[in-house]
Protein backbone atom coordinates (compact mmCIF):
# COMPACT_ATOMS: atom_id res chain seq x y z
CA UNK A 1 0.00 0.00 0.00
CA UNK A 2 2.92 2.51 0.75
CA UNK A 3 4.59 1.44 -2.31
CA UNK A 4 1.12 2.32 -4.28
CA UNK A 5 0.68 5.78 -2.54
CA UNK A 6 4.95 6.34 -3.67
CA UNK A 7 4.24 5.39 -7.46
CA UNK A 8 0.82 7.68 -7.48
CA UNK A 9 2.77 11.00 -5.96
CA UNK A 10 6.06 10.68 -8.85
CA UNK A 11 3.50 10.08 -11.51
CA UNK A 12 1.71 13.42 -10.34
CA UNK A 13 5.02 15.23 -9.83
CA UNK A 14 6.28 14.18 -13.41
CA UNK A 15 3.11 14.95 -15.14
CA UNK A 16 3.01 18.47 -13.47
CA UNK A 17 6.80 18.73 -14.49
CA UNK A 18 5.80 17.63 -18.67
CA UNK A 19 2.83 20.75 -18.68
CA UNK A 20 5.05 23.05 -16.58
CA UNK A 21 7.72 22.62 -19.66
CA UNK A 22 5.04 22.64 -22.21
CA UNK A 23 3.54 25.98 -20.85
CA UNK A 24 7.37 27.57 -21.02
CA UNK A 25 7.53 26.25 -24.23
CA UNK A 26 4.29 27.70 -25.90
CA UNK A 27 5.22 31.32 -23.82
CA UNK A 28 8.80 31.38 -25.39
CA UNK A 29 7.05 30.19 -29.19
CA UNK A 30 4.39 32.60 -28.78
CA UNK A 31 6.63 35.51 -27.66
CA UNK A 32 8.94 34.60 -30.71
CA UNK A 33 6.28 34.51 -33.01
CA UNK A 34 5.18 37.98 -31.87
CA UNK A 35 8.38 39.55 -31.90
CA UNK A 36 8.81 38.07 -35.28
CA UNK A 37 5.29 39.74 -36.47
CA UNK A 38 5.40 42.88 -34.65
CA UNK A 39 8.01 45.76 -33.80
CA UNK A 40 8.39 47.02 -29.78
CA UNK A 41 4.92 49.74 -30.29
CA UNK A 42 2.82 46.27 -31.51
CA UNK A 43 2.57 47.48 -35.12
CA UNK A 44 2.91 44.61 -37.97
CA UNK A 45 6.07 44.55 -40.01
CA UNK A 46 5.01 44.18 -43.09
CA UNK A 47 2.84 47.07 -43.87
CA UNK A 48 4.89 49.73 -45.45
CA UNK A 49 3.04 52.95 -44.00
CA UNK A 50 3.39 53.83 -40.64
CA UNK A 51 0.89 55.50 -38.18
CA UNK A 52 2.44 58.76 -36.75
CA UNK A 53 4.18 56.62 -34.47
CA UNK A 54 8.22 57.83 -33.25
CA UNK A 55 10.22 55.97 -36.04
CA UNK A 56 13.10 53.77 -34.36
CA UNK A 57 16.31 53.37 -36.37
CA UNK A 58 16.42 49.89 -37.38
CA UNK A 59 18.93 49.45 -40.43
CA UNK A 60 18.92 45.25 -40.51
CA UNK A 61 15.12 45.40 -41.26
CA UNK A 62 14.50 43.08 -44.07
CA UNK A 63 11.36 44.06 -46.63
CA UNK A 64 10.61 42.56 -50.07
CA UNK A 65 10.06 44.98 -52.88
CA UNK A 66 9.01 43.93 -55.97
CA UNK A 67 10.22 45.89 -59.18
CA UNK A 68 7.46 45.47 -62.11
CA UNK A 69 9.21 46.43 -65.61
CA UNK A 70 7.10 46.05 -68.60
CA UNK A 71 9.49 44.31 -70.85
CA UNK A 72 9.71 41.49 -68.14
CA UNK A 73 6.07 41.21 -67.67
CA UNK A 74 5.57 40.46 -71.46
CA UNK A 75 8.09 38.01 -72.14
CA UNK A 76 6.77 36.18 -68.78
CA UNK A 77 3.52 36.11 -70.14
CA UNK A 78 4.89 34.86 -73.62
CA UNK A 79 6.65 32.25 -71.86
CA UNK A 80 3.15 31.34 -70.33
CA UNK A 81 1.65 30.93 -73.71
CA UNK A 82 1.80 27.11 -75.02
CA UNK A 83 3.97 27.31 -78.03
CA UNK A 84 2.24 24.42 -79.29
CA UNK A 85 -0.98 26.05 -79.94
CA UNK A 86 1.06 28.96 -82.31
CA UNK A 87 1.46 29.52 -85.41
CA UNK A 88 4.58 29.84 -87.50
CA UNK A 89 3.94 33.20 -87.91
CA UNK A 90 3.28 33.85 -84.43
CA UNK A 91 6.38 31.84 -83.67
CA UNK A 92 8.25 34.05 -85.68
CA UNK A 93 7.01 37.46 -84.26
CA UNK A 94 7.86 36.42 -80.88
CA UNK A 95 11.41 35.23 -81.78
CA UNK A 96 11.51 38.77 -83.27
CA UNK A 97 10.71 40.26 -79.97
CA UNK A 98 13.00 38.00 -77.95
CA UNK A 99 15.60 39.51 -80.26
CA UNK A 100 14.60 42.82 -80.02
CA UNK A 101 14.32 42.56 -76.61
CA UNK A 102 17.80 41.43 -76.19
CA UNK A 103 19.80 43.92 -78.67
CA UNK A 104 17.96 46.93 -75.99
CA UNK A 105 19.40 44.73 -73.08
CA UNK A 106 22.51 45.11 -74.91
CA UNK A 107 22.29 48.51 -75.92
CA UNK A 108 21.70 49.71 -72.49
CA UNK A 109 24.55 47.86 -70.87
CA UNK A 110 27.06 49.41 -73.28
CA UNK A 111 25.52 52.36 -72.60
CA UNK A 112 26.21 51.87 -68.37
CA UNK A 113 30.19 50.91 -69.15
CA UNK A 114 29.99 53.63 -71.33
CA UNK A 115 29.19 55.73 -68.55
CA UNK A 116 31.62 53.97 -66.24
CA UNK A 117 34.32 54.83 -68.57
CA UNK A 118 33.18 58.37 -68.87
CA UNK A 119 31.53 59.16 -65.50
CA UNK A 120 28.20 59.48 -64.74
CA UNK A 121 26.12 62.75 -64.89
CA UNK A 122 24.94 63.31 -61.40
CA UNK A 123 26.14 62.31 -57.74
CA UNK A 124 22.84 62.17 -55.34
CA UNK A 125 23.10 62.59 -51.72
CA UNK A 126 20.53 62.21 -49.44
CA UNK A 127 20.15 64.06 -46.20
CA UNK A 128 18.69 61.51 -43.93
CA UNK A 129 17.92 63.25 -41.06
CA UNK A 130 16.71 66.43 -42.58
CA UNK A 131 14.26 64.45 -45.12
CA UNK A 132 16.04 65.76 -48.76
CA UNK A 133 17.91 64.86 -51.58
CA UNK A 134 20.68 67.34 -53.19
CA UNK A 135 21.44 65.70 -56.48
CA UNK A 136 25.42 67.33 -57.98
CA UNK A 137 27.07 67.73 -61.16
CA UNK A 138 30.86 67.91 -61.93
CA UNK A 139 33.12 71.06 -61.61
CA UNK A 140 35.59 72.14 -64.19
CA UNK A 141 38.09 69.46 -62.36
CA UNK A 142 35.13 66.52 -62.93
CA UNK A 143 34.25 66.69 -59.32
CA UNK A 144 31.03 66.45 -57.94
CA UNK A 145 30.53 69.74 -56.20
CA UNK A 146 28.10 71.86 -58.16
CA UNK A 147 24.27 71.64 -56.32
CA UNK A 148 22.23 70.77 -59.66
CA UNK A 149 18.43 69.81 -57.97
CA UNK A 150 17.24 69.90 -54.65
CA UNK A 151 14.23 67.35 -53.50
CA UNK A 152 12.19 67.25 -50.50
CA UNK A 153 12.00 63.00 -49.56
CA UNK A 154 10.64 60.79 -46.67
CA UNK A 155 13.05 58.33 -45.33
CA UNK A 156 12.42 55.48 -43.00
CA UNK A 157 13.35 53.30 -40.21
CA UNK A 158 15.75 51.03 -42.51
CA UNK A 159 17.41 54.34 -44.70
CA UNK A 160 21.11 54.27 -44.48
CA UNK A 161 22.96 56.82 -42.74
CA UNK A 162 25.61 56.52 -43.77
CA UNK A 163 27.41 55.19 -46.96
CA UNK A 164 28.02 55.10 -51.09
CA UNK A 165 25.77 52.54 -53.49
CA UNK A 166 25.07 52.67 -57.15
CA UNK A 167 22.22 52.21 -58.28
CA UNK A 168 21.65 48.47 -60.03
CA UNK A 169 17.96 48.29 -61.27
CA UNK A 170 14.51 50.80 -61.60
CA UNK A 171 11.05 49.98 -63.26
CA UNK A 172 8.21 51.79 -63.63
CA UNK A 173 6.03 50.60 -61.44
CA UNK A 174 6.80 48.34 -57.99
CA UNK A 175 4.89 46.51 -55.94
CA UNK A 176 5.93 47.97 -52.17
CA UNK A 177 5.10 46.44 -48.70
CA UNK A 178 1.22 46.39 -48.12
CA UNK A 179 0.81 46.01 -50.49
CA UNK A 180 0.72 49.60 -52.05
CA UNK A 181 2.43 50.55 -55.18
CA UNK A 182 5.08 52.92 -56.31
CA UNK A 183 5.52 54.43 -59.45
CA UNK A 184 9.26 55.21 -61.13
CA UNK A 185 11.41 53.20 -59.13
CA UNK A 186 15.26 52.91 -58.69
CA UNK A 187 16.87 50.94 -57.06
CA UNK A 188 19.35 51.65 -54.17
CA UNK A 189 21.00 48.97 -52.47
CA UNK A 190 19.26 45.47 -51.09
CA UNK A 191 15.26 46.79 -50.20
CA UNK A 192 15.83 50.42 -50.79
CA UNK A 193 14.69 52.46 -53.55
CA UNK A 194 13.94 55.96 -54.51
CA UNK A 195 9.73 56.05 -55.23
CA UNK A 196 6.72 58.17 -55.69
CA UNK A 197 4.67 57.85 -52.55
CA UNK A 198 2.68 55.02 -52.61
CA UNK A 199 -0.60 54.36 -54.19
CA UNK A 200 -3.18 51.92 -52.84
CA UNK A 201 -4.28 50.55 -56.42
CA UNK A 202 -2.47 48.58 -58.61
CA UNK A 203 -0.89 51.12 -61.53
CA UNK A 204 -3.59 53.46 -60.34
CA UNK A 205 -2.79 56.96 -60.62
CA UNK A 206 -5.55 58.53 -58.88
CA UNK A 207 -5.50 56.46 -56.05
CA UNK A 208 -2.42 58.32 -54.12
CA UNK A 209 -2.14 57.47 -50.24
CA UNK A 210 -2.60 61.72 -50.09
CA UNK A 211 -2.23 61.87 -46.22
CA UNK A 212 1.14 60.45 -46.70
CA UNK A 213 1.84 63.19 -49.47
CA UNK A 214 0.77 65.83 -47.14
CA UNK A 215 3.77 64.05 -45.20
CA UNK A 216 6.79 64.30 -47.50
CA UNK A 217 9.62 66.18 -45.63
CA UNK A 218 9.37 63.96 -42.68
CA UNK A 219 10.14 60.32 -41.80
CA UNK A 220 7.31 58.23 -42.95
CA UNK A 221 8.82 54.92 -45.09
CA UNK A 222 9.99 52.09 -43.59
CA UNK A 223 13.22 52.45 -45.60
CA UNK A 224 12.98 53.85 -48.88
CA UNK A 225 13.18 57.18 -50.16
CA UNK A 226 9.54 58.54 -51.08
CA UNK A 227 9.57 61.50 -53.57
CA UNK A 228 6.74 63.37 -55.66
CA UNK A 229 6.35 62.07 -58.83
CA UNK A 230 8.05 64.76 -60.80
CA UNK A 231 11.25 64.25 -58.66
CA UNK A 232 11.20 60.30 -58.76
CA UNK A 233 10.53 60.67 -62.68
CA UNK A 234 13.69 63.08 -62.80
CA UNK A 235 16.08 60.31 -61.40
CA UNK A 236 14.44 57.50 -63.48
CA UNK A 237 14.82 59.33 -66.18
CA UNK A 238 18.75 61.64 -66.09
CA UNK A 239 20.51 59.41 -63.70
CA UNK A 240 21.09 56.15 -65.07
CA UNK A 241 22.16 52.45 -63.44
CA UNK A 242 25.47 52.70 -61.79
CA UNK A 243 24.65 56.21 -60.67
CA UNK A 244 26.26 57.21 -57.32
CA UNK A 245 24.14 57.37 -54.19
CA UNK A 246 25.28 58.84 -50.93
CA UNK A 247 23.75 58.78 -47.19
CA UNK A 248 24.87 61.24 -44.41
CA UNK A 249 22.74 62.81 -41.70
CA UNK A 250 22.75 66.72 -41.00
CA UNK A 251 19.37 68.06 -39.20
CA UNK A 252 20.58 71.29 -39.14
CA UNK A 253 21.37 71.94 -43.05
CA UNK A 254 19.13 70.13 -45.16
CA UNK A 255 21.66 70.86 -48.14
CA UNK A 256 22.86 73.78 -49.94
CA UNK A 257 19.62 74.45 -52.32
CA UNK A 258 17.60 73.97 -48.95
CA UNK A 259 15.02 71.82 -48.50
CA UNK A 260 11.76 72.73 -51.30
CA UNK A 261 7.68 72.19 -49.94
CA UNK A 262 5.09 70.43 -51.98
CA UNK A 263 1.39 71.20 -52.88
CA UNK A 264 -0.84 69.98 -50.28
CA UNK A 265 -3.40 67.59 -51.34
CA UNK A 266 -5.48 66.49 -48.57
CA UNK A 267 -7.63 69.92 -48.30
CA UNK A 268 -8.29 70.45 -52.09
CA UNK A 269 -10.79 67.69 -52.21
CA UNK A 270 -11.93 65.83 -54.81
CA UNK A 271 -10.86 65.03 -57.74
CA UNK A 272 -7.40 66.83 -56.67
CA UNK A 273 -6.36 64.51 -53.22
CA UNK A 274 -5.77 61.26 -55.20
CA UNK A 275 -3.01 62.48 -57.78
CA UNK A 276 0.55 63.89 -56.91
CA UNK A 277 0.37 67.55 -58.21
CA UNK A 278 3.58 67.10 -59.82
CA UNK A 279 3.02 63.80 -61.73
CA UNK A 280 2.69 64.43 -65.80
CA UNK A 281 -0.07 62.22 -66.58
CA UNK A 282 -2.66 63.53 -68.76
CA UNK A 283 -5.50 62.79 -66.52
CA UNK A 284 -4.39 64.55 -63.91
CA UNK A 285 -6.63 67.05 -62.84
CA UNK A 286 -3.90 69.04 -61.08
CA UNK A 287 -3.06 70.38 -64.86
CA UNK A 288 -6.37 71.37 -65.75
CA UNK A 289 -7.50 72.60 -62.35
CA UNK A 290 -8.03 75.78 -63.59
CA UNK A 291 -10.26 74.59 -66.58
CA UNK A 292 -12.03 72.34 -63.82
CA UNK A 293 -12.42 74.94 -61.13
CA UNK A 294 -13.99 77.65 -64.08
CA UNK A 295 -16.16 74.87 -65.10
CA UNK A 296 -17.26 74.05 -61.56
CA UNK A 297 -17.94 77.59 -61.13
CA UNK A 298 -20.12 77.26 -64.37
CA UNK A 299 -21.76 75.00 -63.19
CA UNK A 300 -22.21 76.29 -59.36
CA UNK A 301 -23.44 79.47 -61.66
CA UNK A 302 -25.87 77.90 -63.99
CA UNK A 303 -27.10 76.11 -60.73
CA UNK A 304 -27.44 79.21 -58.75
CA UNK A 305 -29.34 80.33 -62.19
CA UNK A 306 -31.84 77.87 -61.98
CA UNK A 307 -32.21 78.34 -58.14
CA UNK A 308 -33.11 81.64 -58.71
CA UNK A 309 -35.15 81.39 -61.97
CA UNK A 310 -37.46 78.91 -60.08
CA UNK A 311 -37.85 80.99 -57.28
CA UNK A 312 -38.54 83.93 -59.55
CA UNK A 313 -41.38 81.28 -61.35
CA UNK A 314 -42.20 80.77 -57.50
CA UNK A 315 -42.72 83.91 -56.56
CA UNK A 316 -44.33 85.25 -59.95
CA UNK A 317 -46.84 82.34 -59.66
CA UNK A 318 -47.64 83.21 -56.04
CA UNK A 319 -47.75 87.06 -56.74
CA UNK A 320 -50.47 85.78 -59.76
CA UNK A 321 -52.30 83.43 -57.73
CA UNK A 322 -52.33 86.69 -55.45
CA UNK A 323 -53.01 89.17 -57.69
CA UNK A 324 -56.01 86.98 -58.87
CA UNK A 325 -56.74 86.74 -55.35
CA UNK A 326 -57.40 89.95 -54.84
CA UNK A 327 -59.11 90.70 -58.66
CA UNK A 328 -61.68 87.79 -56.60
CA UNK A 329 -61.77 89.73 -53.31
CA UNK A 330 -62.66 93.49 -55.33
CA UNK A 331 -64.90 91.56 -57.64
CA UNK A 332 -66.71 89.92 -54.53
CA UNK A 333 -66.85 93.30 -53.20
CA UNK A 334 -68.38 94.68 -56.20
CA UNK A 335 -70.56 92.02 -56.67
CA UNK A 336 -71.76 92.72 -52.94
CA UNK A 337 -72.09 96.56 -53.43
CA UNK A 338 -73.99 96.06 -56.58
CA UNK A 339 -76.68 93.36 -54.94
CA UNK A 340 -76.49 95.87 -51.44
CA UNK A 341 -77.18 98.50 -54.24
CA UNK A 342 -79.63 96.51 -56.33
CA UNK A 343 -81.48 95.91 -52.52
CA UNK A 344 -81.91 99.81 -52.05
CA UNK A 345 -83.76 100.28 -55.83
CA UNK A 346 -86.98 100.01 -56.80
CA UNK A 347 -88.98 99.83 -59.79
CA UNK A 348 -90.94 103.06 -60.65
CA UNK A 349 -94.51 102.37 -61.64
CA UNK A 350 -96.63 103.65 -63.78
CA UNK A 351 -98.95 106.35 -61.89
CA UNK A 352 -100.16 108.22 -65.24
CA UNK A 353 -103.52 108.41 -64.66
CA UNK A 354 -104.12 107.83 -61.20
CA UNK A 355 -105.32 110.11 -58.52
CA UNK A 356 -102.83 112.04 -56.59
CA UNK A 357 -103.55 109.92 -53.39
CA UNK A 358 -103.31 106.43 -55.69
CA UNK A 359 -100.14 107.63 -56.70
CA UNK A 360 -98.78 108.81 -53.18
CA UNK A 361 -99.92 104.92 -52.69
CA UNK A 362 -97.97 103.63 -55.55
CA UNK A 363 -94.58 105.91 -54.70
CA UNK A 364 -94.57 104.95 -51.21
CA UNK A 365 -91.38 102.81 -51.41
CA UNK A 366 -89.67 106.37 -52.21
CA UNK A 367 -88.54 107.76 -49.31
CA UNK A 368 -88.94 111.21 -49.83
CA UNK A 369 -92.90 112.24 -51.36
CA UNK A 370 -93.22 113.09 -54.70
CA UNK A 371 -93.16 116.56 -55.74
CA UNK A 372 -96.51 117.67 -57.08
CA UNK A 373 -97.08 119.99 -60.10
CA UNK A 374 -101.00 120.99 -60.08
CA UNK A 375 -102.55 122.02 -62.54
CA UNK A 376 -105.98 122.82 -63.60
CA UNK A 377 -107.80 120.88 -66.11
CA UNK A 378 -111.34 120.09 -66.20
CA UNK A 379 -110.90 117.56 -69.02
CA UNK A 380 -108.54 115.69 -67.93
CA UNK A 381 -108.36 115.11 -63.57
CA UNK A 382 -105.02 112.87 -62.30
CA UNK A 383 -101.83 112.78 -62.77
CA UNK A 384 -100.93 113.56 -66.47
CA UNK A 385 -97.15 113.20 -65.95
CA UNK A 386 -94.08 111.69 -64.11
CA UNK A 387 -90.46 112.82 -64.62
CA UNK A 388 -88.76 109.17 -63.76
CA UNK A 389 -90.48 106.74 -66.70
CA UNK A 390 -92.12 103.72 -65.23
CA UNK A 391 -90.31 100.39 -64.95
CA UNK A 392 -86.98 101.99 -64.48
CA UNK A 393 -84.60 101.35 -61.21
CA UNK A 394 -83.82 103.83 -59.38
CA UNK A 395 -82.20 103.98 -55.38
CA UNK A 396 -84.57 104.90 -52.65
CA UNK A 397 -84.78 108.61 -51.68
CA UNK A 398 -84.24 109.61 -55.77
CA UNK A 399 -86.99 112.67 -56.18
CA UNK A 400 -89.73 112.06 -58.63
CA UNK A 401 -92.32 115.00 -59.78
CA UNK A 402 -95.80 114.30 -60.75
CA UNK A 403 -98.14 116.68 -62.66
CA UNK A 404 -101.43 116.04 -62.18
CA UNK A 405 -104.79 117.85 -63.51
CA UNK A 406 -107.40 118.95 -60.70
CA UNK A 407 -111.09 119.99 -61.58
CA UNK A 408 -112.78 123.04 -59.97
CA UNK A 409 -109.86 124.36 -58.14
CA UNK A 410 -110.70 127.04 -55.34
CA UNK A 411 -108.71 129.33 -54.11
CA UNK A 412 -108.61 129.81 -50.16
CA UNK A 413 -110.48 133.14 -49.07
CA UNK A 414 -107.18 133.68 -46.45
CA UNK A 415 -104.15 132.41 -48.91
CA UNK A 416 -102.21 133.86 -45.68
CA UNK A 417 -99.03 135.63 -46.49
CA UNK A 418 -97.62 135.57 -50.37
CA UNK A 419 -94.94 132.22 -50.60
CA UNK A 420 -95.12 132.96 -54.05
CA UNK A 421 -96.82 128.83 -53.77
CA UNK A 422 -100.50 127.67 -54.31
CA UNK A 423 -101.68 124.90 -52.83
CA UNK A 424 -105.00 122.23 -53.42
CA UNK A 425 -106.71 120.56 -50.95
CA UNK A 426 -105.01 118.10 -48.72
CA UNK A 427 -101.68 119.01 -50.68
CA UNK A 428 -99.02 120.07 -47.90
CA UNK A 429 -95.64 118.80 -49.08
CA UNK A 430 -93.17 121.28 -48.17
CA UNK A 431 -91.24 120.05 -51.43
CA UNK A 432 -94.07 121.31 -53.40
CA UNK A 433 -92.34 123.08 -56.79
CA UNK A 434 -91.77 127.01 -56.36
CA UNK A 435 -93.41 127.37 -59.68
CA UNK A 436 -96.65 125.38 -59.47
CA UNK A 437 -99.04 127.33 -61.38
CA UNK A 438 -102.83 126.87 -60.77
CA UNK A 439 -105.63 129.19 -62.19
CA UNK A 440 -108.26 131.16 -60.30
CA UNK A 441 -111.63 130.20 -60.34
CA UNK A 442 -113.89 133.04 -61.78
Not at 18 to 34: D, I, K, P, Q, R
Not at 250 to 267: C, D, E, R, Y
Not at 308 to 316: F, K, Y
Not at 377 to 401: C, F, H, L
Amino acid sequence: MEENKKQKVKEIVVAVAVCTAVLVGLLALSTGMYNYFYDNDGNNKAIETYSDKQIEDNNDEEMTVELIDPETIDEENNEEENEEELTEEEKQQREEQRKKQEEERKKKEEERKKLEAEGYPYWIKVNYSANTVTVYTKDADGNYTVPYKAMVCSTGRATPHSGVYRTPQKARWGVLIGPVWGQYCTRITGQILFHSVPYLKERDPSSLEYWEYDRLGTQRSMGCIRLTVADAQWIYNNCPLGTSVEFYSNPSNPGPLGKPGIQPVTAAGDPYKGWDPTDPDPNNPWRHKEEIERQKRAEEEARLAKEQAARQAQEAAAKRAEEERERQRKEEEEKKAQEAAEANKITVPNVIGMSESEARTALKDFTIPPIIEIHDNTKNEGVVSQSIKAGERVEKGKTITLTINHKNTVPSEDPGPNTGEETTGGNNNPNENENSQSKENP
